[in-house]
C-alpha cells in the first residue's frame, strides 16, 4: 500500500513562539538524498537544530527540527522537498506521485541587466529579491560607472522554470522596483546559452600568495588571524559497536549548514547513512552520530579510507568556506570560496550573505565577480569583491573579514 501525495513532506509548525517547526519526510532512499534536502532547508534560510535519519536502504524517513527566518514561505518549501524526493517506483515499482523518472534536464540560463544608482546596500537588496524569487546565480559581474551607475550583470537560473515568459519577467522586474524603489534605472532579461555558467577561468587568475592557505585541504597548524571557528573539532570513528556499519561520532561548534556540509562530504564520498541523529546543544555545541556503509554495502574498515573521510570532515566542518581581504595594487579586494558538490551545486546563499555582512558593515562595493575555478583537481566557487574605497574603508581589514566571516557561518 502506497503513501499519499500530501504525506511525502509533512511541516508542523510550532504551536508557541520560539518553538522549532518540525519537517518530516518519508520517501523513497538514495544516496545523496540528505545533503539534497538539507540544501534546500539551508537555501531557505532555516537551520536545522536537531534531525533524526533511518532507512533500510530502499526507505528513508527523516526528520528536521528547525528555526529561523519568520517569513518562511512554507507551501513552497514543501514543494521543493517533494521534488526532491525520489519516485515511489524506485523503490517498488508503484506507481507514484512523480512519473518522471529521466534526468533532469540542464536548466536555461538568462542574463539579467539591471542598472540603477549607486547607494551603499544596494548589491544586497537585488540579490535579497533574486533570492526570494528562487532565481539561481550562476555568475555575477557588477561594476560602477564614474557618474555614480551601477550595472549588474547577473547569470541566473530559476528554480520555477518561468523566466522565459513575460509575466515573470515583469514579476522580478516590480519585485526589484519596489527593493530599489527611484534608484533603479534599467532591468532586461534573454536567454542565453548554458556555456557562461562553465568553469572558464583558471586558478592563475587568483593571487598566488592565497591559493596555499584558501584553497588547503588538510588541517592548517594555525587558522587565520582574527577568524573566530571551531577550533575543536571532534571525529571519530568506530566498528565495534555494529556488525554492519561504521560508527561516525562528531562534536563541534554549531555553524550555519553545518548538517549540509556534513551530508555533502558524505555524498561526494558516495558514502550511505542507515542511521544518525544530529542535536545543537546550548553554548552551540553540536553532536552528531552516523551509523554508516559504503556504495557496496559494507562498512568502512580499510584505515587508510577512515583516516581520508575522517580528515576531510574535520576540514569541512574547520572551515567550509574561506574567506580574505587582500591588496589588488591599490585597491582591497574580499575573496570568498566554497567547494562545489561532484554533483555541480554550489552553496546557497552565499553571496546574499556577503553583500548583507558589508552592508552591516557600511562598506560599498565598486565591483564583483563569481567565477569557478579548478584548484587541486576539485572545484571552487569563488567570490571576488573589489570593495568601494571612495573615503576608506570605513572598518579595519581584518573587521571586514572578521565580519564576512561571521555572517557566513551565522554567529553574528
Known amino acids: 500500500m502506497g503513501i499519499l501525495h500530501d504525506d511525502v513532506v509533512i511541516i508542523t509548525e510550532p504551536e508557541k513562539e520560539g518553538d522549532p517547526s518540525v519537517i518530516t519526510i518519508n520517501c523513497p532512499d538514495k544516496t545523496g538524498l540528505g545533503c539534497d534536502l538539507c540544501r534546500i532547508i539551508l537555501f531557505f534560510g532555516l537551520s536545522i537544530v536537531r534531525g533524526d535519519v533511518s532507512t533500510?536502504?530502499?526507505?528513508?524517513?527523516?526528520?528536521?527540527?528547525?528555526?529561523?527566518?519568520?517569513?518562511?514561505?512554507?507551501?513552497?518549501?514543501?514543494k521543493r522537498l517533494m521534488e526532491t524526493c525520489p519516485s515511489f517506483s524506485s523503490?517498488?515499482?508503484?506507481?507514484?506521485?512523480?512519473?518522471?523518472?529521466?534526468?533532469?534536464?540542464?536548466?536555461?540560463?538568462?542574463?539579467?541587466?539591471?542598472?540603477?544608482?549607486?547607494?551603499?546596500?544596494?548589491?544586497?537588496?537585488?540579490?535579497?529579491?533574486?533570492?526570494?524569487?528562487?532565481?539561481?546565480?550562476?555568475?555575477?559581474?557588477?561594476?560602477?560607472?564614474?557618474?555614480?551607475?551601477?550595472?549588474?550583470?547577473?547569470?541566473?537560473?530559476?528554480?520555477?522554470?518561468?523566466?522565459?515568459?513575460?509575466?515573470?519577467?515583469?514579476?522580478?522586474?516590480?519585485?526589484?522596483?519596489?527593493?530599489?524603489?527611484?534608484?533603479?534605472?534599467?532591468?532586461?532579461?534573454?536567454?542565453?546559452?548554458?556555456?557562461?555558467?562553465?568553469?572558464?577561468?583558471?586558478?592563475?587568475?587568483?593571487?598566488?600568495?592565497?591559493?596555499?592557505?584558501?584553497?588547503?585541504?588538510?588541517?592548517?597548524?594555525?587558522?587565520?588571524?582574527?577568524?573566530?571557528?571551531?577550533s575543536c573539532v571532534s571525529v571519530n570513528m568506530d566498528n565495534s559497536l555494529s556488525p554492519g556499519h561504521t560508527l561516525v561520532q562528531i562534536m563541534c561548534k554549531d555553524h550555519k549548514g553545518l548538517l549540509y556540509d556534513v551530508m555533502r562530504t558524505l555524498k561526494d564520498y558516495n558514502?550511505?547513512?542507515?542511521?544518525?541523529?544530529?542535536?545543537?546543544?546550548?553554548?552551540?555545541?553540536?553532536?552528531?552520530?552516523?551509523?554508516?556503509?559504503?556504495?557496496?554495502?559494507?562498512?568502512?574498515?580499510?584505515?587508510?579510507?577512515?583516516?581520508?573521510?575522517?580528515?576531510?570532515?574535520?576540514?569541512?566542518?574547520?572551515?567550509?568556506?574561506?574567506?580574505?581581504?587582500?591588496?589588488?595594487?591599490?585597491d582591497t579586494e574580499l575573496l570568498v570560496a566554497n567547494p562545489v558538490e561532484l554533483s555541480g551545486k554550489g552553496r546557497p546563499l552565499v553571496f546574499h550573505d556577503i553583500t548583507l555582512a558589508l552592508k552591516m558593515l557600511n562598506t560599498g562595493i565598486f565591483s564583483a565577480k563569481i567565477g569557478r575555478h579548478l584548484v587541486k583537481d576539485r572545484e571552487w566557487e569563488v567570490y571576488r569583491v573589489l570593495l568601494d574605497e571612495g573615503d576608506g574603508l570605513p572598518v579595519p581589514?581584518?573587521?571586514?573579514?572578521e565580519g564576512v566571516w561571521k555572517k557566513l557561518m551565522g554567529w553574528d
Open 91 to 230: 523503490a517498488s515499482g508503484i506507481s507514484y506521485y512523480r512519473h518522471e523518472l529521466q534526468s533532469p534536464k540542464t536548466p536555461d540560463v538568462f542574463l539579467l541587466k539591471f542598472c540603477c544608482y549607486d547607494r551603499k546596500g544596494i548589491l544586497h537588496d537585488v540579490t535579497g529579491v533574486l533570492c526570494e524569487l528562487e532565481l539561481t546565480i550562476k555568475k555575477v559581474k557588477v561594476s560602477t560607472t564614474p557618474d555614480g551607475k551601477v550595472m549588474d550583470l547577473f547569470f541566473v537560473t530559476d528554480t520555477r522554470e518561468l523566466l522565459h515568459t513575460n509575466k515573470r519577467k515583469d514579476e522580478v522586474s516590480d519585485h526589484l522596483k519596489a527593493a530599489t524603489g527611484n534608484a533603479m534605472i534599467s532591468c532586461d532579461i534573454e536567454m542565453v546559452g548554458p556555456e557562461v555558467t562553465a568553469c572558464s577561468q583558471s586558478s592563475s587568475f587568483l593571487p598566488s600568495v592565497l591559493m596555499e592557505d584558501m584553497f588547503h585541504l588538510e588541517i592548517p597548524d594555525e587558522l587565520p588571524i582574527g577568524l573566530v571557528t571551531s
Open 397 to 401: 581589514r581584518n573587521k571586514i573579514e
Open 271 to 330: 558514502i550511505q547513512i542507515s542511521y544518525g541523529r544530529f542535536s545543537s546543544k546550548q553554548r552551540r555545541n553540536c553532536e552528531i552520530d552516523l551509523f554508516i556503509v559504503q556504495a557496496d554495502g559494507k562498512k568502512i574498515v580499510d584505515p587508510s579510507k577512515q583516516n581520508a573521510l575522517k580528515s576531510r570532515l574535520q576540514m569541512e566542518l574547520l572551515r567550509p568556506l574561506r574567506v580574505a581581504v587582500v591588496s589588488k595594487g591599490p
Open 56 to 78: 533500510d536502504g530502499k526507505w528513508c524517513f527523516l526528520v528536521f527540527w528547525v528555526v529561523g527566518n519568520p517569513g518562511t514561505r512554507w507551501g513552497l518549501l514543501k
